[in-house]
Every structure is written in C-alpha cells, then in structure tokens.
C-alpha cells in the first residue's frame, strides 16, 4: 500500500513567520506534488518535483518555494506567511506503473494551516 | 486551455438512489481519466481510472465511469448509493503526456439515510 504521510494534520502560524509543511512517502516514487484545496476552488498545483533537486512551478507558485534533498521528501516553504495562505494543503506522489500509460496520483491526509 | 468541468455543485440524494455525477474536458488529445473521492476527514483517494480500452470502467464501492470520447465526458455513475457515499468527489483528466492533472472543482454528494 502507498503511504504519504505530512507532518502535521493541524498548524496554526503567525502573519510572517516561515513555515514548513514536509511530505513523506515510501514507495520511491520519482513524482511529488503540492496542492492547496480550498472550497469551491477545487485542487490548484502550487509545485511539484519530477526527481531529486528537480521542480517546476504549478498554477500557483506565487509566495511558496520546495525543496527535494531526498527522493521520498518533498518540502513546501511559506517564507513569509499570509493569511491569505489558510487553507487546505495536500502532498502527492505518483509514479508509472507498468502497462499504464500515464502517472497515478496518491494523497497524503493534508495539513490545515491557519495563519493569524 | 485545457479544463475540466464538474457540472453539479452539489448533490443531495436518498439512499438506495441511483447515481451519475457528471464531468466534462477541453483537449482534443488523448487523454487519461480519474475520479477521486475524498470522504469526510479523510485524504483523497482513487475511485478509478481510465487510460485505454474498454470505455466502461468499475473501480472501487461500486462505482462506475463511461468515456463518451465524442462527448468529451466521463460520468461516474452508482446505481444504488449508501449513506456510506456522502463525499466530494474530484474528476481529473491527465492531457497528453503531462505529469499534471487537470482538476474539477469537485461535487459534494450528501446521501440521506
């Protein structure tokens, strides 16, 4: 079973601290992904890392940076929070299985982040 | 650009309803197909997928989805829903050969018992 695991459930920051919110996953995935899930605006692609030190912007990369040291650990930076930053963020990571034809994504249980 | 539209919002139905939650894309490539399902407090998880052959594809409690390629559709269907069901559930379409998927804005299904 594909486990992706972030590092906390439940964060609560303050307007311009930096935060950090870590992804984990066991199955030597080559792709990680991080979203931000807000309602009635569906899943948006902040980043994602198609290999060790390798990333690309999303839709929405504006105020966060990643960081890929380790192939089953994918970082995503809020350098100055803002409470326009509150929201739902998920980790993903994907690979190709044999005979498919393309990547299938698998969720971690995401991170609520507050920021005061 | 490339879209995915989720043409119902919400959805309130009574159990033992039957089922179809509509999703339509924009790419006139080829395309793989997923629904996902997130249920209440829980991450999001794969209902089920298509890339090729068969257009009618079963995944997992009984759903269902159908690739109409000349509608650009891939409706998920169930045709006997459970309280168990309440959940929002994601469309995404993968286009070409991106890595990204592009995603529906979601349909929250409520299921009254």
């Known amino acids: 079973d594909v486990k992706v695991t972030q590092s906390s459930r439940y964060l609560v920051k303050r307007t311009g601290e930096k935060v950090f919110l870590e992804c984990v996953q066991d199955?030597?995935?080559?792709?990680m992904f991080w979203y931000r899930q807000d309602p009635g605006l569906g899943l948006r692609l902040i980043y994602f890392?198609?290999?060790?030190?390798?990333?690309e912007k999303g839709d929405i990369p504006e105020g966060y940076s990643v960081s890929r040291e380790k192939k089953e650990r994918f970082s995503l930076i809020l350098e100055s929070a803002s409470t326009n930053q509150t929201s739902m963020y998920l980790c993903?990571?994907?690979?190709?299985?044999?005979?498919?034809?393309?990547?299938?994504?698998?969720f971690g249980p995401g991170t609520r982040l507050t920021v005061l | 650009a490339q879209s995915v539209s989720q043409h119902n919002h919400h959805v309130i139905l009574s159990e033992a309803a039957s089922l179809e939650l509509g999703c339509n894309y924009s790419y006139g490539g080829t395309v793989n197909l997923f629904w996902y399902v997130q249920y209440p407090g829980q991450h999001l998880q794969l209902l089920l997928k298509?890339?090729?052959?068969d257009p009618l594809v079963k995944g997992i409690k009984g759903f269902e989805a159908e690739f109409i390629k000349s509608k650009f559709s891939f409706n998920l269907r169930k045709p006997s829903v459970q309280w168990s069901d309440t959940a929002e559930y994601f469309c995404?379409?993968?286009?070409?050969?991106?890595?990204?998927?592009?995603w529906g804005l979601g349909t929250s299904l409520g299921v009254n018992p």
């Open positions: 890392s198609y290999d060790v030190k390798m990333k």
């Open positions: 199955m030597d995935h080559e792709n």
């Open positions: 298509y890339f090729s052959g």
């Open positions: 995404a379409v993968n286009a070409g050969n991106n890595r990204k998927l592009i």
């Open positions: 993903a990571s994907s690979f190709l299985a044999a005979g498919e034809s393309t990547d299938t994504q698998y």
